[in-house]
């Protein structure tokens, strides 16, 4: 189980023009992932995600807040510590055309963490050959036909295939996907994302899916958890499915409701819900977030922020001081 309480996170902006700026990147941010489970973290561009993505795989620091694996704090660890929790941490980049090191080959790139893992726990050079070929199976590789190549030689989500692979072979509690499948073709995203739900099922390892789109949520497991994150706060959180069918913050309808028009099935006439306008358009920080775009607010919303609350009658958690006001979007499930 992997929590984060209240995690926060500011960077400094370097540079000529925004140098000295500072970008409140996460606001106290709550999560829990247990063992074997599935989440989701989706949002626009800026919004946070990846920055919350690689805290928790180790990989970035933050300001405050807790982050505990399997019972362990994080914070009182020295980063030496700190190693073999997030170990057991794996994140998959981006770009599988830059995650993996031209010059070497596959067989190459497997051997070096599995070489280690053999020296750490005594294991023989043949376990070493084995593994390799193991993981590269586990994730529907042919090994034979792999092994030898470099990643040039290999298409786009073969590629994307052996980084998953290398981030098994540390056998990993986790696998953090960070938009994954955005960077290949279409038609092998669902490979991707059908093989990461397969390794779900058959090694128990839980999923961390890092998302802009509310579809592609939907294929790790409709048992998942949701979290929609807008400028760096969770505005809303609870089940994939109820999520979907009944989403209560306006930003998260408005989300949703660019679903129909990705798989063509817009209603005539059906408008977004939310106007346009970027990240940066908010009234004022004191206020909540979403206020500069959402077509329900109020004088409070302007004046107090909402925290993650649940109330009487609404599916999930939100922080929406007026959840009553939602419906403009909800759909039946099937049609999403
Ligand atoms: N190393 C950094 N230095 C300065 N600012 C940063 C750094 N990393 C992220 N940021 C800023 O923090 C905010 C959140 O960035 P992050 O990359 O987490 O967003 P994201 O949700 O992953 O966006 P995208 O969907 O475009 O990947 C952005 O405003 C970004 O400019
Ligand atoms: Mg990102």
Redesign the pocket.
Known sequence: MITGTGITKTFRQRGHVLGGQTVQALRGVDFAIPKGGAASFIGESGCG??TLGRIIAGLESWDAGEITIDGAAMSPLKPKARQPYFRRIQMIHQDPYSALNPTRTIHQTLHAPLKLRARQTGRSAAWVEERAAEVLTLVGLDPGAVLGRYPHQLSGGMRQRVVIARALTVDPEMLVA??AVSMIDVSLRLGILGLLKDLRERLGVSVLF?THDVATARYIGDDGELYVIYRGQVVEHGRVDTVISEPVHPYTQALLSAIPVLHGLEEPGAQPVVPAGGPEAAVDDAGCLFAARCPFRTERCLAERPTLQVTAGVPQEHACFHPERRSVVARPLAEV
Do not use: L, N, R
């Open positions: 995600k990846t960070d938009e890092i």
